[in-house]
């Protein structure tokens, strides 16, 4: 089934769920990759979409489109002008909050007589089991958010980030450049151009903060936005963060010997890994 949600600053999205759900239902907010004319239906999924292949197995999931992608594709030309003191980044992020905020409230839903504020004709959400999947710049999102937002009960991130200290121009990544320059995400990360070791926070600090929540990372080794060698040493650095809190297995490091997609096997690969989270 398919329920069509708006939150936030009007952003519309749609929860997909079995239907006849009876208890409440995990939920997996979807953030989608660099798809700008589809978004997070993008052609990018071949076979069945994460949205039906989730609700098949029991669980809910929040999609929507991210600010400058599918149907939000005109509000990113002008985001600047509009809002010169504002990053698209911080903006999707703060969707990501607010789509967290939706299904708190969902699961607030539970309460016998719910108060006026409480959305309705939503299934059964359980508000302790919100998670966020990525990939590319969806994987980027997903992570910062869950650095952020301890509501967040974990994270999966494929192929979403390369280490940004040591992602210099001369790598064949690009550098920095795709988040300053080629996607405008971040401007104020231009200012590191060519001394991007000063930069004041990398993935490392977020993946610390997500820590020692459950985090799923899939690093293909032919991802051409990635160096490989990098992302191991600093999924090296941060494993003490879960370590040292009793939570070694909350971080699941996966480099396949594939290249960048999101397909039926990453499907499979991620509800694997999601299926462990009940036994943990």
Not at 12 to 17: P, Q, T, V
Not at 175 to 197: I, K, Y
């Amino acid at each position: 089934a398919r329920t069509p949600v708006n939150f936030g600053e009007y952003v519309a999205g749609d929860l997909y769920y079995p239907k006849g759900a009876k208890g409440p239902l995990g939920v997996v907010v979807w953030l989608h990759p660099y798809s700008y004319n589809l978004g997070y239906n993008g052609a990018y999924m071949v076979g069945p979409r994460i949205q039906q292949f989730l609700p098949e197995k029991g669980v809910a999931v929040l999609a929507f489109d991210q600010v400058g992608f599918g149907a939000r594709l005109h509000e990113g030309p002008r985001f600047y002008d509009r809002y010169p003191r504002w990053s698209r980044l911080g903006k999707m992020v703060r969707d990501v909050r607010a789509a967290v905020d939706l299904l708190t409230l969902a699961g607030s839903g539970q309460n016998p007589r719910p108060s006026e504020d409480e959305p309705k004709g939503l299934p059964p959400i359980d508000p302790k089991r919100i998670y966020l999947l990525g990939y590319s710049l969806g994987g980027t999102v997903a992570l910062h958010a869950a650095a952020l937002d301890p509501r967040v009960a974990g994270v999966a991130c494929f192929a979403g980030f390369t280490p940004m200290r040591t992602d210099s121009e001369d790598k064949p990544t690009g550098g920095l450049r795709r988040f300053w320059d080629w996607h405008a995400l971040q401007p104020q990360l231009g200012l590191f151009r060519g001394r991007e070791s000063e930069l004041p926070y990398d993935f490392d600090d977020l993946l610390r903060l997500v820590a020692p929540r459950p985090c799923l990372v899939v690093a293909p080794r032919h991802d051409r936005d990635a160096d490989p060698a990098d992302i191991e040493r600093m999924i090296a650095a941060v494993r003490p963060a879960w370590n040292d809190r009793g939570a070694a297995g909350n971080l699941t490091y996966e480099a396949p010997d594939d290249y960048s997609r999101f397909q039926a096997d990453q499907h499979e690969l991620f509800w694997k890994w999601f299926q462990t989270l009940g036994r943990r």
